[in-house]
């Protein structure tokens, strides 16, 4: 028996589909391949989160994950261990990590917990503590190059990221780190080691400093702090953005219900990634105890557009404020 053609079980009336159907076919297979190659050929990009600890780390992976310039390869966990924190710190961060891609309707993004320990020891040293983060940043690094870089991004301590390299010290050279942390005073061009991200994992800061390899980028706290949010607006807007918004106000009034401002540490840093051109930045003498060599130290940042780009994104497209955007 003859098989009969294809169009003629699609098509009921036994005619041959048009050419404008088949074209429309042909234009959506083109334009499904040349998204695949697109997303292919993202910068990859880890995300590494200290996320029970503060608030901001919610907005920051919020962001990071609404965006199609990078192609975010995991999203880790990190400790933040101190004597007011909850006993197992990092379990806290994936619990929050685990709830929000959730959220984000995004569970097939590898959510690797990492270290419960920062590294070395109270006193100093540099002895990795190795988790699945640690070992999911070594196997992305080495997927890479140096023409062709890694990112990571830590928005706490980065204990992960500096025993990764520990660990496999070769691909230092294949990451593009960025860190939230310490202070850094561009007119006397002094650093401050007393932020909290670093005194969560001063070795592992340290490590990192030291580390000729690795291209260091560092957003200072003292950079980031004026982008602040406004608790009446922001949970004004959340009650546009569904069960999302709605956990992100239950977030803010669990943890800092009397605090009418709050200042997105992390999500400064995620929205220079994504947009270098609202912030700026020098190179940079290590501090002297440190290995001698230069890192980027950001020195500004644009406040209101990295707010505006924020809800922009997040907010659901009918939202009449952004009419005329490219969301
Ligand atoms: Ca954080």
Redesign the pocket.
């Known amino acids: 028996m003859t098989p009969k053609p294809v169009w003629t079980i699609c098509n009921t009336n036994k005619k041959p589909l048009s050419w404008t159907l088949w074209s429309i076919v042909l234009l959506l297979i083109v334009l499904s391949v040349s998204k695949t190659v697109v997303a292919q050929n993202r910068p990859h990009l880890i995300l590494d989160?200290?996320t029970a600890?503060?608030i901001?780390?919610l907005y920051a992976i919020t962001r990071m994950l609404k965006q199609d310039k990078y192609e975010v390869l995991a999203l880790t966990s990190t400790q933040w261990i101190h004597y007011l924190a909850e006993e197992d710190s990092v379990v806290g961060s994936q619990r929050e990590n685990e709830a929000l891609v959730r959220l984000l309707d995004m569970t097939e993004l590898p959510t690797p917990i990492g270290s419960k320990e920062p590294m070395g020891k109270p006193w100093g040293g540099e002895e990795a503590k190795d988790s699945p983060a640690a070992q999911f940043i070594i196997n992305a690094a080495k997927a890479t190059s140096p023409e062709s870089k890694l990112i990571v991004v830590c928005?706490?301590a980065s204990t992960n990221l500096a025993s990764a390299i520990k660990l496999k010290p070769s691909i230092a050279s294949n990451i593009d780190a960025y860190l939230?942390g310490f202070r850094y005073d561009h007119a006397k061009q002094i650093w401050n080691k007393s932020s909290f991200n670093v005194r969560r994992d001063l070795n592992a800061a340290d490590y990192l400093l030291n580390c000729r390899a690795l291209n260091l980028h560092v957003m200072p706290a003292n950079v980031a702090r004026p982008l602040t949010f406004a608790r009446d607006e922001t949970f004004d807007r959340h009650e546009e953005m569904g069960e999302l918004g709605a956990h992100l106000t239950a977030k803010w009034k669990a943890r800092f219900a009397d605090f009418k401002t709050w200042v997105m540490?992390?999500l400064a840093l995620v929205e220079a990634v994504l947009h270098p051109e609202l912030a700026t930045m020098k190179q940079c003498s290590t501090p002297p105890e440190n290995t001698a060599r230069k890192v980027w130290v950001y020195d500004s940042i644009q406040v209101q557009p990295m707010r505006d780009d924020y809800w922009k994104i997040v907010l659901p497209k009918k939202d009449a404020r952004f009419k005329g955007s490219d969301r």
């Open positions: 989160a200290d600890n503060e901001d780390d928005l706490g939230l540490w992390d």
